[in-house]
């Protein structure tokens, strides 16, 4: 079985990383996304069990490594090729104030509105490539947070437009497959 954990508000972390453990072990797949990493550091996650965030997915897409190229590395570029010698510090401080003052802006106020405008299932169709590969799309969605629902709302609708199967959609591991509990004798009231 292959579950996609969304984990976006990282308010059920025990519960999330005892689930993804339990789908780890039974064989199956379990990806964790979550919003930010470091929420998540102080977490040990079972072996098997694989945690990104979307910005991992983005960052992933053409259109962003291109923008990078543009924006960041080819600068650093430049700036090592002039910065031997004695121009080294001008030359690291003017790169620092170009990619605070110059590239930050164009990133936040330009390419990231407008690459969600004209490709806005990207993370969705990267976690399928990225996460899922060849055998498909998860089998099931865990919703772990409140945070999470309105981006497995549209992850759905963009499988479902591609002609991908949706998987199901849950809350958590539990209210598909329930535990197993031992059968025990009954308890006798101890007040008589």
């Not at 490709?119 to 999470?148: E, N, Y």
């Amino acid at each position: 079985m292959q579950v996609l954990f969304l984990a976006l508000g990282a308010s059920r972390k025990r519960a999330v990383v005892e689930e993804s453990a339990a789908v780890a072990a039974a064989g199956g797949r379990a990806v964790v996304l979550v919003g930010r990493k470091q929420p998540w550091a102080s977490e040990v996650f079972a072996p098997g069990v694989e945690l990104l965030t979307l910005a991992d997915l983005e960052a992933r897409h053409l259109p962003r490594r291109l923008e990078r190229a543009v924006l960041y590395q080819g600068p650093r570029r430049v700036a090592g090729v002039v910065g031997r010698g004695p121009l080294g510090a001008g030359a690291r401080k003017a790169l620092t104030a170009y990619e605070k003052r110059v590239a930050g802006r164009v990133h936040r106020r330009v390419f990231v509105p407008l690459h969600r405008r004209v490709w806005p299932t990207a993370a969705a169709r990267m976690i399928l490539r990225r996460c899922f590969g060849p055998q498909g799309g998860p089998d099931l969605v865990v919703v772990a947070d409140a945070l999470s629902t309105r981006t497995a709302a549209e992850m759905m609708d963009a499988w479902a437009a591609e002609g991908l199967g949706t998987p199901r959609l849950c809350y958590s591991v539990d209210s598909v497959v329930p535990p197993v509990v031992a059968r025990t004798a009954p308890q006798t009231s101890a007040a008589r």
